[in-house]
């Protein structure tokens, strides 16, 4: 269940094994945010500060997120998650655990909570999702060919961050001290760097194929519709996988395709390291939050409901038009809404949640969406540690449907593949009780020597199979240009 949690003596043993990983933070740690100079030249741009420490290990690039840029490296830990077994690596050495992800998670704010500073960054896979609730049967018979942990979170005490108030350090002395000076000389390298152009042409060494099928992919649909019609469920999110082969020389290529084609309000870019001489990283190009918390406050803003950019200017406004006219789309996003509501509602104060806005517009350069947003108030036992409110909301429900749990039953049965890291949840969590996360829509997963894409929609009494196939075909839009490739 949800609201299941670690017992306090098993909690506080796995906490006490985690601090000989790392050490507990320093009694009377605090945070900072630190300017840092960049001399009289002009500061270098992110775009430069990413060529200068996107070799270093745990490289992560928040990008165009609400505060700015944010870059990590060199994590002072790394917590890993798959099949219920939990791995912590750090300075002290390498803690396995049988336990899941979110219990790992209790018994970190057990052994290190408290500096607002210290940011957990990576992603929650969306089979995470099998610990807090009964998962389908038929997900176990899905293909994982990816090979990725369904949790990857690592530890770090400082972002270098950027905005259009120029460069800043944000970092706690939790566990070290100095670090300005040395992001400053990383600035200054960061100047001198020139900024790689993408490689010409076609980045896929072989064909991009979709799992399951169009034709298969329309026959899942039209069971979803007589699920619906039988009351089983009221919607549920369908996903195909896009998939091809990609050397490792060509993730970064790609991410930079990725970014121009479709600037994110939560792009992410994830260097998960190499496996087996290959490398793996997660590209994400998301619009959507899925949950931020600010000292209590809580927000989430599921999308529901798309169109594609038109031709002309004329075509475009009829298109975001038939969109905000669409009795279909208004229900699918008004479903979805009850669903955020009910999920913030089992962690937030009585009477604290409110849908602040409704169904509005949101423009993006490939695609018209329609988004809400939902506000309430964390209780305040659940103000210093976001991990109840991740179990209470997790998967989002954007991806899942309505109810959310049989939801993810009808589409485990129609799926091949595993989501792994797409249509969880990917950002920061903050060891203060803070986070931001967003839906891991419009990412990509990079391993194995090869890159899946996965492109979802929403199905309703009334979808039409064509229709949804071809919705998920304009999701894959700005993907397939940046790999520069159709799907065959």
Not at 263 to 280: I, M, Y
Not at 299 to 315: D, S
């Amino acid at each position: 269940m949800w609201s299941d949690r670690l017992p306090e003596v098993k909690r506080r043993r796995m906490a006490r094994r985690l601090q000989s990983v790392l050490p507990a933070p320093a009694p009377g740690a605090r945070g900072a945010v630190t300017p840092l100079r960049t001399g009289p030249a002009k500061e270098p741009t992110p775009e430069q500060v990413a060529e200068e420490l996107r070799s270093e290990p745990g490289f992560v690039w928040l990008d165009g997120w609400p505060d700015g840029h944010r870059f990590f490296t060199r994590p002072l830990a790394v917590l890993t998650v798959r099949g219920g077994r939990s791995v912590v690596e750090g300075p002290g050495g390498r803690a396995t655990f049988r336990c899941g992800g979110f219990d790992l998670l209790e018994a970190v704010f057990e052994a290190w909570g408290g500096p607002s500073r210290g940011l957990l960054v990576g992603y929650l896979g969306y089979e995470l999702g099998a610990e807090i609730e009964a998962w389908p049967p038929e997900s176990g018979a899905q293909v994982d060919d990816l090979g990725l942990p369904d949790l990857h979170l690592a530890l770090y005490d400082s972002a270098l961050c950027h905005d259009e108030n120029g460069w800043r350090l944000e970092s706690t002395d939790a566990w070290r001290t100095d670090l300005a000076v040395e992001m400053e000389s990383r600035l200054a390298a960061a100047r001198k760097r020139e900024v790689s152009e993408p490689l010409p042409g076609r980045l896929a060494t072989g064909p991009v194929t979709g799992r399951p099928s169009d034709r298969a992919f329309r026959e899942g649909v039209e069971r979803s519709i007589q699920a619906i019609r039988a009351g089983r469920i009221y919607q549920v999110n369908l996903c195909r996988r896009l998939e091809a082969p990609l050397p490792e020389d060509r993730i970064w290529p790609l991410w930079q395709r990725l970014r121009k084609a479709s600037p994110a309000d939560h792009g992410v870019f994830l260097d998960l390291g190499p496996d087996c001489g290959q490398g793996r990283a997660i590209l994400s190009i998301s619009p959507e939050l899925f949950l931020s918390v600010r000292e209590g406050a809580v927000e989430t803003r599921p999308i529901k409901g798309t169109r594609p950019r038109g031709a002309t200017a004329k075509e475009d406004r009829a298109l975001a038009r038939e969109l905000t006219e669409s009795a279909k789309d208004r229900a699918e996003l008004a479903m979805i809404v009850d669903v955020a509501r009910n999920d913030l509602g089992r962690v937030c104060a009585t009477g604290s949640v409110e849908v602040t806005r409704h169904a509005e517009l949101v423009t993006l350069p490939t695609l018209h969406h329609t988004i809400s947003t939902v506000r309430g108030r964390l209780r305040p036992e659940d103000v210093k540690t976001p991990v109840r409110l991740l179990r209470a909301a997790f998967p989002p429900a954007s991806i899942t449907g309505a109810p959310k749990i049989q939801a993810t039953w009808v589409a485990g049965a129609e799926e091949e593949t595993r989501r792994g890291p797409a249509m969880g949840a990917l950002g920061w969590i903050s060891l203060g009780g803070d986070l931001e996360l967003s839906v891991a829509i419009r990412t990509a997963a990079v391993a194995q020597g090869k890159i899946a894409y996965h492109a979802g929609c929403g199905i309703t009494f009334d979808s039409d199979p064509e229709l949804e196939l071809e919705e998920t075909k304009v999701k894959a839009r700005a993907f397939l240009t940046a790999l520069g490739a159709a799907e065959l």
